[in-house]
């Protein structure tokens, strides 16, 4: 009898963190959410294709075509992504971070556009998938 008081009053024992620092600890800013979370931006993975001389960038989905808004982190992303290109056409798999929206009803391109905030990755492209025809005599 003696155990089994023993066995169920060690039970009820808490266990005690000991110095978690802030950097183990995850900050959240709504109900399960880190502030990362929380900021709005939207995680968005495709392949990413700039072209300077049209003044258009384009983010391809599997299911969407996302334009790309023209600024200083499109010129970051294009100049991380120019070692994986063979040819100023060729597309680039990337993970970018950012804000989306409805483009203005007035301008020219694509409907929903993509502001980026931050690069989260950059990798070379397969290049089984690379279907390209080229159109030209010998």
Same mark, same amino acid.
């Given at each position: 009898?003696?155990?089994?008081?023993?066995?169920?009053?060690?039970?009820?024992?808490? /266990?005690?963190?000991?110095? @978690?620092?802030? &950097?183990?600890?995850?900050?959240?800013?709504?109900?399960? =959410?880190?502030? #990362? !979370?929380?900021?709005?931006?939207?995680?968005?993975?495709?392949?990413?294709?700039?072209?300077?001389?049209?003044?258009?960038?384009?983010?391809?989905?599997?299911? /969407?075509?996302?334009?790309? @808004?023209?600024? &200083?982190?499109?010129?970051?992303?294009?100049?991380?992504? =120019?070692?994986? #290109? !063979?040819?100023?056409?060729?597309?680039?798999?990337?993970?970018?971070?950012?804000?989306?929206?409805?483009?203005?009803?007035?301008?020219?391109?694509?409907?929903?556009?993509?502001?980026?905030?931050?690069?989260?990755?950059?990798?070379?492209?397969?290049?089984?998938?690379?279907?390209?025809? #080229?159109?030209?005599?010998?």
């Amino acid at each position: 009898m003696m155990m089994f008081t023993a066995f169920i009053s060690c039970k009820d024992d808490q /266990k005690k963190d000991t110095d @978690v620092t802030s &950097e183990e600890k995850a900050v959240v800013a709504e109900e399960g =959410k880190t502030l #990362k !979370q929380s900021d709005g931006l939207i995680a968005i993975q495709g392949n990413f294709i700039y072209s300077k001389k049209d003044n258009a960038a384009v983010l391809q989905t599997a299911t /969407k075509i996302y334009g790309l @808004v023209i600024d &200083e982190k499109l010129q970051e992303l294009n100049t991380l992504a =120019k070692p994986y #290109k !063979q040819e100023d056409t060729d597309m680039v798999p990337v993970t970018i971070r950012g804000r989306m929206f409805k483009k203005d009803p007035e301008t020219e391109g694509w409907e929903d556009r993509i502001e980026i905030k931050e690069i989260l990755k950059v990798t070379a492209p397969d290049l089984n998938e690379n279907e390209v025809i #080229k159109v030209g005599s010998k």
